[in-house]
């Protein structure tokens, strides 16, 4: 054992820890190897909460499958809005509410699944074994949250902590093509989930971080049941059967028998899976209640009015978008998102009392008629003052009343209710795994003694590994496990199965994930930096035209000079500015012709007094198309660069020829590395800087119109898109 990394892992645990574990070693529950395991597992766990909840939102860059192949994507998990993100190229494709996430399932290597509430599972994979254990626990801190009512988070943002129930050391039973085996873990039961830590793996992988498992009770299909024999009880899942039995060791000084301790275990689990499956299917009972039609529904039209023209919308953009993201997601991924200009449904709890009966037309002069109220999104008083709405002044503004009044006034019509391998030879590996990797390897023309050789060069051009060969041997990589079998083998290699070879050879070659990872990182790296930038400067030059632009301005000063003369005459009070939002709705507030709208209204009203304004678009030219890219996502893709880059530098610094004798390949591909890795620092160096640029200018359009600062530029960039665009239409319409 090496006494240095002993001493430098004990002196990180507290007194009574190093008391408890040298307790197990002197009752012979574990072994000196399976202490100083358990020792790095403590020492691992002890470092959670201060590696992962340094903030509020986390970014990984995981692979998606999907159409039968692993696509790359960005999994963004914010504590902030309270919401999963999948990000693509800067795309918000898909985002889920934390409430939809009903589970969290570990599989083998670094694949996992999140289960969601009324929707298709993901079924993703983490480019490392550390970023693997960084989501499934922050996934965990999540259900935790919806499965048993508590806080996510602190104010902070910090997911709360959840305290061990139970714990002790169990043999799990393992199988393998040609054996069974019984391993050893530290089992630890947490309300909504069991961790397995293992301690069993002897001394043969000592550079490798304490392998875990979490099995998820919070998804409400997990049961426990005991099975023959007095020490043994298995765990089932969706996915997976785990057998356990009481360890002689821990029988042997304990003062019960076998069946009381299991019988512990059993009690214990089955409690937690029923609560959480209680917990679970009222869940899936709300959610199967609340869809799309049930949380929104059209009020009742009173008298004067039609359906579209009574549509009430919330002031907040953010209630609508949760509200839209938690109705049932359709099946296929990443679909188109939907157009800001479709109307939006309303909301139950903002239905406006309809008003009371008019009296005949006849009765009121022009100047005291009744017009239709427009419904918009009205900027808090307390964001005036900073945004452009402090210095304007719809007084100013012309506007010709009587054609207003004659459009949008109440009309008597009657009221109508109706409805709306296998192989012959034996394999040393797991027989599913193995069959994969037999398929693989088929058209995987390099020999077992030539991989190492392929790993010192950096580009496929120049005689490499392909990216999809190197994504293909990173899925897999021998677990500890697969290493100490391997290197008990004591044969000749070219006995074993071809799929053998290969794990052997893999399992002789240091840091083989490392240097998978850094293959692939460095050819990424400026592919996405190439993809990324382009994308920047659109966000950039459309915030400066956004910012600079006075004639949209006095656009929106007519608006909002229209929308306070209708208020006014429907009895509401005048607004001082409006969300952008409200744009969208300009088209769905019809006149008494059915195809005349109040966004024709304003196209008459400014051909009347300002022609000019009419062509205010030429000043924003970005907005010509829907931007597609958000400053959220693209703020995520830099961050997920940054750390790339980084794991790259620390690789290098890993694998680094530690003598003088290095080979000269060694020699050039790490020279080759240095000098890519200062070009990308450089590169993303700038490429950070205009990301800075982009987000602050992005902040002061949001303060210059007043809007929120959690508005993502996806929407609000999307509202000002299809303004234009509709604009354009009822130009085209008013004046053919």
């Known amino acids: ?19 408890k574990i040298m307790n197990m070693v002197k009752n012979k529950e574990v072994s000196i190897e399976g202490a100083l395991h358990l020792a790095q597992k403590e020492v691992y766990a002890e470092k959670d909460p201060q590696d992962l909840l340094t903030g509020s939102q986390f970014n990984f860059s995981i692979y998606k499958y999907k159409r039968y192949r692993w696509q790359k994507r960005i999994l963004q998990i914010d504590f902030n809005t309270k919401t999963i993100f999948n990000i693509e190229k800067g795309i918000i494709k898909k985002q889920f509410p934390f409430s939809q996430v009903k589970a969290c399932e570990d599989t083998e290597r670094r694949r996992f699944s999140i289960v969601f509430h009324g929707r298709q599972d993901y079924e993703l994979e983490a480019v490392s074994l550390d970023d693997k254990r960084k989501i499934m626990y922050l996934l965990s801190k999540v259900i935790q949250s919806n499965s048993y009512k508590r806080p996510a988070e602190s104010c902070s943002g910090r997911p709360a902590e959840c305290d061990v129930i139970h714990e002790g050391l169990l043999d799990l039973q393992q199988n393998t093509f040609t054996s069974t085996e019984w391993v050893k873990y530290l089992v630890q039961l947490r309300e909504g989930e069991l961790t397995l830590y293992c301690i069993g793996l002897g001394g043969k992988n000592k550079t490798a971080d304490p392998v875990t498992n979490t099995i998820n009770l919070s998804g409400g299909n997990v049961s426990v049941s005991k099975e023959n024999g007095c020490s043994t009880f298995s765990v089932q899942t969706k996915e997976h059967s785990y057998l356990f039995r009481i360890p002689f060791t821990v029988h042997k000084n304990s003062t019960g028998d076998f069946s009381k301790l299991r019988n512990e275990w059993v009690s214990l689990i089955e409690r937690y899976c029923q609560l959480c499956k209680g917990v679970s299917l009222s869940q899936e009972e709300s959610q199967g209640c609340s869809s799309s039609e049930a949380d929104y529904e059209d009020f009742p039209v009173p008298l004067n009015e039609q359906k579209e023209e009574t549509l009430h919308f919330g002031v907040s953009s953010a209630t609508t978008s949760l509200k839209k993201s938690s109705s049932p997601q359709p099946a296929e991924d990443d679909a188109a998102p939907a157009s800001p200009s479709l109307p939006l449904p309303i909301r139950k709890a903002e239905v406006p009392p309809a008003p009371p009966a008019l009296p005949p037309p006849c009765s009121l002069s022009p100047s005291t008629k009744r017009t239709k109220a427009f419904h918009w999104d009205v900027v808090p008083c307390d964001k005036i003052q900073k945004s452009v709405w402090g210095s304007c002044d719809p007084c100013k503004k012309k506007i010709d009343v009587s054609r207003l009044c004659d459009q949008f006034q109440f009309q008597d019509v009657a009221v109508f209710s109706g409805n709306e391998p296998s192989v012959n030879q034996h394999i040393m590996l797991d027989q599913k795994i193995a069959h994969n990797f037999n398929i693989f390897l088929r058209s995987f023309r390099i020999k077992p003694s030539e991989l190492k050789e392929k790993l010192y060069i950096i580009h496929e051009e120049s005689g490499g590994l392909t990216d999809e060969q190197i994504t293909a041997l990173r899925r897999y990589i021998p677990t500890p496990k697969d290493t100490e079998r391997y290197q008990s083998f004591k044969g000749s290699p070219s006995e074993l199965h071809v799929v053998d070879q290969f794990m052997l050879e893999m399992c002789k070659i240091p840091h083989l994930s490392q240097r998978l990872d850094l293959l692939l990182t460095v ?13 920047i400067i659109q966000q950039i030059q459309a915030s400066k035209q956004l910012q600079s632009s006075q004639k949209f301005v006095a656009v929106l000063e007519y608006i909002l000079a229209i929308g306070n003369h209708l208020n006014e005459k429907a009895g509401k009070e005048k607004a001082k500015g409006f969300r952008l939002l409200s744009l969208t709705k300009l088209p769905l507030l019809r006149g008494k012709e059915r195809t005349f709208t109040l966004l024709h209204a304003l196209v008459e009203q400014i051909f009347l007094h300002e022609p000019d304004l009419a062509k205010f678009s030429q000043e924003l030219t970005e907005f010509e198309a829907v931007p597609d890219a958000s400053i959220k996502g ?21 694998i680094k020829p530690k003598t003088i004798k290095a080979t000269p390949q060694e020699s050039q591909f790490c020279k080759e590395l240095k000098d890519l890795i200062q070009k990308y620092e450089g590169d993303l160096s700038q490429l950070s800087k205009r990301c800075d640029e982009m987000k602050k200018l992005y902040s002061n359009i949001l303060v210059k119109f007043g809007e929120p600062q959690d508005v993502d530029s996806q929407e609000l960039f999307g509202w000002i898109s299809s303004f234009i665009s509709e604009f354009r239409k009822a130009c085209a319409e008013v004046m053919p």
């Open 1 to 19: 054992m090496d006494n240095t990394r002993t001493q430098d892992t004990f002196s990180q645990l507290s007194q009574e820890k190093i008391l």
């Open 523 to 535: 050819r990424e790296l400026p592919v996405s930096m190439r993809d990324l930038e382009p994308l």
């Open 634 to 654: 693209l703020s995520a893709e830099v961050d997920v660069l940054k750390k790339e880059l980084e794991n790259v530098i620390q690789c290098r610094r890993l």
